[in-house]
């Protein structure tokens, strides 16, 4: 009813009206839903709808006896159903990559009935780097198909001393003496690194709350140099496949903030993998073709990783969060296919590559708070809904072989997440995290030394979802 008194019906549409809005001079807007999907609808005036229009005619006399006219139908021939896709969206995206404003775009479509779903997006920089990532799910068959492909490349300009070439010479000191030592020229070498990687498997539900996933994946990374003279060399230093299985399952308390602030239950996963890999060793000569081969040293193992978080509310929706990470190698392996436990998705107060080996193990313990929630504020295309808080502590390590080998790290640090919307529909989750590393240490490989710890790290994330 709009002036009170009892209900009465204003429409009868086939399909459904929903949502209604009162405006100030009588109007009502509504929301329908019809063959072309839902739509905005608006009454300039409203009219009961009598009682008898009300009620559905089971049998043709009934139907005489109203006087109800069926709708016009349009009489065409039968035909197989075609695969029509929706319109194509596209959404900017802008982000500053080692320093360098790097723009792109995502963009996605999919069939009507959702059988088929596709996603990608591409960035690229002034320098030529690029992302490329293109997602496609095929839902027709038990289980859903997958397939994923990724494109990175990535260049870079190193300069080195040229021992042919003597420009001068300068003086040394060693000891009482004092000896001439040649200055070298230099000359320098163009990197360009090449990163692709394609999936391919497929995901089934397990009952209503576990996910599994199988997929097959295969990797090729490669490298092209130039030299200043203008000749080129291009080989391939890794080629790999995987055969993964996953078990995933997210049981939540459901509400509207469980992306930014769970108020309880857990979500995790586990994932089993064999890896067989070839990593680059050096070089031969083709004695038929009389040109270089790369030489590869196989490295193939089995790989289980897992993450498990865990919510419970402790007071006024103040939430205790800890979390457990792990990952485990079967064999030993070149560092490149190390497992690495710092970072922002391990311990945030090292940076990735600090912690690496073929064991890793860490535990973050996590208060979390609301600060401000219903902020329902918009500034422009962008909608303010909550903002939330973390204080958090880390210990873990990565390490080789045993357990005696591995050495606690350990960090603490803050949060922030501000929960937004853009367009009212796309999230845009930001987060902004410092963590502080309480443990120094040192890696050394080869020549190189590198001191980690006793600084502060920053890290800020603007995404879908929450890391």
Same mark, same amino acid.
């Given at each position: 009813h709009i002036a009170g008194g009892e209900p009465e019906a204003l429409s009868n549409v086939t399909g459904g009206a929903f949502q209604p809005s009162l405006g100030a001079g009588g109007q009502v807007a509504y929301a329908s839903f019809g063959p072309n999907g839902y739509?905005?609808?608006?009454?300039?005036? &409203? &009219?009961?709808v009598p009682e008898s229009a009300m009620t559905?005619?089971?049998?043709?006399?009934?139907?005489?006896?109203?006087?109800?006219?069926?709708?016009? &139908?349009?009489?065409?021939?039968?035909?197989? #159903?075609?695969?029509? %896709? $929706?319109? !194509?969206?596209?959404l900017p995206r802008i982000a500053w990559d080692y320093g360098r404003f790097k723009p792109g775009f995502y963009a996605y479509t999919n069939e009507f009935l959702e059988r088929l779903s596709l996603f990608g997006g591409a960035q690229i920089n002034g320098e030529g780097d690029r992302d490329l990532y293109l997602a496609a799910d095929y839902r027709v068959l038990a289980p &859903?198909? +997958? !397939?994923? =492909?990724?494109?990175?490349?990535?260049?870079?300009?190193?300069? +080195?001393?040229?021992? /042919?070439?003597?420009?001068?010479?300068r003086w040394e000191h060693r000891g009482a003496d004092s000896i001439a030592v040649p200055v070298f020229g230099k000359y320098a070498i163009d990197y360009t690194f090449?990163?692709?990687?394609?999936?391919?498997?497929?995901?089934?539900?397990? $009952?209503?709350? %576990?996910?599994?996933?199988?997929?097959?994946?295969?990797?090729? #990374?490669?490298?092209?140099?130039? %030299?200043?003279?203008g000749g080129t060399f291009t080989y391939t230093y890794m080629r790999g496949t995987a055969y993964l299985l996953n078990l995933s399952s997210d049981m939540r308390t459901r509400s509207a903030g469980m992306d930014i602030h769970p108020v309880g239950g857990w979500?995790?996963?586990?994932? =089993?993998?064999?890896? *067989?890999?070839?990593?680059?060793? $050096? %070089?031969e000569i083709d004695q038929d073709k009389y040109t270089?081969?790369?030489? #590869?040293?196989?490295? *193939?193992?089995?790989?289980?990783? $897992?993450?498990?978080d865990y919510y419970w509310a402790l007071w006024r929706k103040v939430v205790l969060n800890p979390r457990l990470m792990g990952g485990w190698l079967s064999d030993p392996v070149d560092p490149f296919f190390n497992l690495y436990q710092g970072g922002l998705q391990g311990l945030r107060g090292y940076s990735f590559y600090s912690l690496g080996g073929t064991r890793r193990a860490a535990v973050r313990l996590s208060l979390r708070f609301p600060i401000l929630v219903g902020v329902a504020q918009s500034v422009g295309p962008v909608h303010f809904d909550r903002l939330t808080g973390t204080l958090f502590a880390e210990a873990g390590d990565a390490w080789n072989r045993g357990l005696t080998n591995a050495e606690l790290r350990r960090d603490a640090g803050a949060e !922030?997440?501000?929960?937004? /919307?853009?367009?009212?529909?796309?999230?845009t989750n930001l987060a902004l995290t410092a963590a502080y590393g309480l443990d120094?240490? =040192?890696?050394?490989?080869?020549?190189?030394?590198?001191?980690y710890g006793r600084e502060w790290r920053w890290y800020v994330t603007l995404l879908f979802d929450y890391l």
């Amino acid at each position: 009813h709009i002036a009170g008194g009892e209900p009465e019906a204003l429409s009868n549409v086939t399909g459904g009206a929903f949502q209604p809005s009162l405006g100030a001079g009588g109007q009502v807007a509504y929301a329908s839903f019809g063959p072309n999907g839902y739509g905005i609808h608006l009454f300039d005036s &409203t &009219t009961t709808v009598p009682e008898s229009a009300m009620t559905y005619p089971r049998r043709e006399t009934d139907r005489r006896e109203r006087d109800l006219t069926p709708p016009t &139908t349009v009489a065409s021939a039968a035909k197989p #159903y075609a695969t029509p %896709f $929706g319109k !194509l969206f596209i959404l900017p995206r802008i982000a500053w990559d080692y320093g360098r404003f790097k723009p792109g775009f995502y963009a996605y479509t999919n069939e009507f009935l959702e059988r088929l779903s596709l996603f990608g997006g591409a960035q690229i920089n002034g320098e030529g780097d690029r992302d490329l990532y293109l997602a496609a799910d095929y839902r027709v068959l038990a289980p &859903t198909l +997958f !397939l994923e =492909a990724y494109n990175i490349t990535r260049h870079r300009r190193e300069h +080195f001393d040229d021992p /042919f070439v003597i420009v001068g010479e300068r003086w040394e000191h060693r000891g009482a003496d004092s000896i001439a030592v040649p200055v070298f020229g230099k000359y320098a070498i163009d990197y360009t690194f090449n990163l692709g990687e394609v999936d391919v498997g497929g995901r089934h539900p397990l $009952g209503d709350d %576990f996910m599994l996933t199988g997929a097959l994946r295969y990797s090729n #990374y490669k490298a092209d140099l130039r %030299f200043d003279d203008g000749g080129t060399f291009t080989y391939t230093y890794m080629r790999g496949t995987a055969y993964l299985l996953n078990l995933s399952s997210d049981m939540r308390t459901r509400s509207a903030g469980m992306d930014i602030h769970p108020v309880g239950g857990w979500k995790g996963w586990i994932e =089993a993998a064999r890896e *067989n890999n070839r990593f680059i060793e $050096g %070089f031969e000569i083709d004695q038929d073709k009389y040109t270089l081969l790369e030489v #590869y040293k196989p490295y *193939n193992y089995f790989r289980i990783e $897992g993450d498990l978080d865990y919510y419970w509310a402790l007071w006024r929706k103040v939430v205790l969060n800890p979390r457990l990470m792990g990952g485990w190698l079967s064999d030993p392996v070149d560092p490149f296919f190390n497992l690495y436990q710092g970072g922002l998705q391990g311990l945030r107060g090292y940076s990735f590559y600090s912690l690496g080996g073929t064991r890793r193990a860490a535990v973050r313990l996590s208060l979390r708070f609301p600060i401000l929630v219903g902020v329902a504020q918009s500034v422009g295309p962008v909608h303010f809904d909550r903002l939330t808080g973390t204080l958090f502590a880390e210990a873990g390590d990565a390490w080789n072989r045993g357990l005696t080998n591995a050495e606690l790290r350990r960090d603490a640090g803050a949060e !922030l997440r501000l929960k937004m /919307f853009s367009w009212y529909g796309f999230p845009t989750n930001l987060a902004l995290t410092a963590a502080y590393g309480l443990d120094r240490f =040192a890696v050394v490989e080869g020549p190189i030394r590198q001191t980690y710890g006793r600084e502060w790290r920053w890290y800020v994330t603007l995404l879908f979802d929450y890391l």
